[in-house]
Nanobody, 124 residues
């Protein structure tokens, strides 16, 4: 199983980026898929998750209303649309997949498969 995250880059505050996560050997619709991020010197933190085909979507409070997670089952892709970006959103973003339950879906230790990370830098 491999996950490949892409779409990061440098953007000014207030701008937008769309991250993509592609999988081989895994069907996203059978898993919970999440995005986590890790800023320099900080611990990895939960950003958003989508369960199976979108039956449940949860966001961290810090990104609610600005980020949107979605799944394209036909392409087996998961996306994170990030709008109104802030300098504090600067981090490496990781997609992850796992067979989680509601109470564990925001905890990175319950995800078995991880992408390599894509760097998002937001300038002020």
């Amino acid at each position: 199983v491999q996950l490949q995250a892409s779409g990061g880059g440098l953007v000014q505050a207030g701008g937008s980026l769309r991250l993509s996560c592609a999988a081989s050997g895994l069907t996203f619709s059978s898993y919970t898929t999440a995005w986590f991020r890790q800023a320099p010197g900080k611990e990895r933190e939960f950003v958003a998750y989508i369960r199976w085909t979108g039956s449940r979507i949860v966001y961290a409070d810090s990104v609610k209303g600005r980020f949107t997670i979605s799944i394209d089952n036909a392409k087996n892709m998961v996306y994170l649309q990030m709008n109104s970006l802030k300098p504090e959103d600067t981090a490496a973003y990781y997609c992850a997949a796992g067979r989680t339950i509601v109470t564990t879906s925001q905890n990175s230790q319950y995800y078995n498969y991880w992408g390599q990370g894509t760097l998002v830098t937001v300038s002020s």
